[in-house]
């Protein structure tokens, strides 16, 4: 059983469309982070929430746009994707660095999304 | 540059066995933390191990144990007694300094274990 729920599981969808992938935590955590799983690629860390503040942001291009709106929602909103966008979207999530030194972050099962 | 080298893309073990998979980093900061995940094909990624820089002795888990060899900058993982239900994909990560939150993965060594 995970404590970090992504939905869509799955999501297809055309280059000009617009969409949302949405992950909710159950652990308590005060920290989120999306993650890009392309193949033969290691996990890419896209963005990273704080305390409801964004604090990592790795040069993602900007039809990728995150949303924090409390501590324990986190939304990717998709617009004018490109077909090498299609990968694994993965939400995590951790205690704060500043409240409990190093955590280890616990991950959703992923938004398989696909770009036609 | 690659900051987490996994040097083993497949790896084949036999039930009941012991299996090492293998990583090394690359860093100068002296703060730094070591984890290992464990993907099955289903997609989520399940936390197995950590070790941290200044820790003096090795991580275990239950089954799982980490072999730290700070001087070479290695951080093996050791699985006993392999079932399986360990064939997964497994990644080794690292997070640098005290403070940072970015985790920088491994391309993955895929465990195949066999009856």
């Known amino acids: 059983e995970t404590g970090v729920t992504q939905t869509p599981r799955h999501l297809v969808m055309g280059m000009t469309n617009k969409k949302s992938l949405k992950c909710e935590q159950h652990?308590?955590?005060?920290?989120m982070y999306w993650y890009k799983q392309s193949a033969k690629k290691p996990l890419e860390l896209m963005f990273v929430?704080?305390?409801?503040?964004?604090?990592e942001n790795n040069s993602v291009p900007s039809r990728f746009s995150p949303e924090c709106p409390n501590s324990s929602h986190l939304f990717l909103h998709l617009h004018t994707l490109q077909p090498e966008d299609s990968a694994l979207y993965l939400c995590?999530?951790?205690?704060?660095?500043?409240?409990?030194?190093?955590?280890?972050?616990?991950f959703g099962d992923g938004t398989r999304l696909s770009i036609l | 540059a690659q900051k987490i080298t996994q040097t083993q893309p497949g790896m084949f073990v036999q039930e009941k066995e012991a299996v090492t998979l293998d990583c090394t980093y690359d860093?100068?900061?002296?703060?730094?933390?070591l984890f290992w995940y464990k993907q099955p094909s289903s997609g989520e990624m399940i936390f197995l191990i950590y070790q941290g820089s200044y820790d003096q002795q090795n991580a275990t888990e239950g089954r799982y144990s980490l072999n730290f060899q700070k001087a070479r900058k290695s951080a093996n993982l050791v699985i006993s007694a392999s079932q399986l239900g360990d064939s997964a994909m497994y990644f080794c990560?690292?997070?640098?300094?005290?403070?940072?939150?970015?985790?920088?993965f491994g391309k993955g060594t895929s465990l195949l274990v066999t009856p």
């Open positions: 995590a999530s951790s205690h704060a660095r500043t409240s409990r030194g190093d955590q280890p972050q616990h």
């Open positions: 929430y704080s305390l409801e503040e964004r604090v």
């Open positions: 652990l308590g955590h005060n920290a």
């Open positions: 990560a690292m997070r640098e300094g005290p403070t940072g939150y970015a985790l920088n």
């Open positions: 860093t100068s900061d002296p703060s730094y933390g």
